[in-house]
């Protein structure tokens, strides 16, 4: 199994423009998990889907980020504009929900750098 | 809002010595996993400890679960250089799918 693959692995923008992170599930997987992680914060849940069904996006910073799952096998988190606080490293994880001892396999990370 | 500390934050040992890592909270969670991420990597699940006072075995590393279930801890024995990387603990609370990570250990064994 290749694992979560996100694409792409490094970033670097410019403020105001849009950004568009991709995330690859592994087959089977119902659950996707998009995640940030910076020193300040440490790792943070921005959005969570079920059955390619956004469940909770309380994490999601403001209106600048949106993420879709149109299908089972694929995702992306869009930010639009991009700011330079926005930058981070990007994680997206997925994993098979049956019971408490689930795991949850996270994908190499997108590293972000809006200047 | 839960939060998790975890401590200490830093921790730089020679190879040979023992550690211990803690991770700590006011609230109660129905489980609590730990991970280990390496520079350039996501974070990689090491175990999932469910119950209050579980202690599982991975190897040289143990953890234990807290019997309130509000704190837990990794201890690791005869660390090794290739133990370095950063340690996050996460819980979950009860009822909900969500795992809070902590603050994270950044460990570093020297050869």
């Known amino acids: 199994d290749a694992g979560v693959i996100q694409s792409p692995r490094h970033e670097v923008t410019e403020m105001g423009q849009e950004v568009t992170l991709r995330c690859k599930p592994i087959?089977?997987?119902?659950?996707l998990f998009w995640y940030r992680q910076t020193m300040m914060r440490g790792l943070e849940l921005l959005i969570y889907?079920?059955?390619?069904?956004?469940?909770?996006d309380s994490g999601m910073p403001e209106d600048r980020f949106s993420a879709k799952m149109p299908n089972a096998s694929f995702s992306t988190l869009k930010i639009q504009p991009s700011e330079p606080r926005d930058s981070a490293v990007y994680f997206c994880a997925s994993r098979f929900s049956g019971g408490p001892r689930d795991t949850q396999y996270f994908g190499p990370g997108t590293r972000l750098t809006v200047l | 809002t839960q939060l998790l500390e975890q401590s200490p934050q830093f921790l730089s040992i020679q190879e040979g010595e023992n550690l211990t890592v803690y991770c700590n909270s006011s609230?109660?969670?129905?489980?609590l996993q730990w991970y280990r991420q390496e520079p350039g990597e996501g974070p990689v699940l090491l175990v999932t400890v469910v119950t209050g006072g579980e202690v599982k075995k991975l190897k040289r590393l143990t953890f234990q679960f807290g019997d309130a279930r509000k704190d837990s801890s990794l201890h690791i024995t005869a660390a090794q250089p290739g133990d370095t990387g950063l340690y996050l603990c996460a819980g979950q609370g009860s009822g909900t799918y969500k795992y809070i990570f902590g603050t994270g250990t950044r460990l570093k064994v020297l050869a």
């Open positions: 087959s089977g997987h119902n659950s």
């Open positions: 609230s109660v969670f129905s489980s």
């Open positions: 889907f079920n059955n390619n069904v956004p469940i909770d």
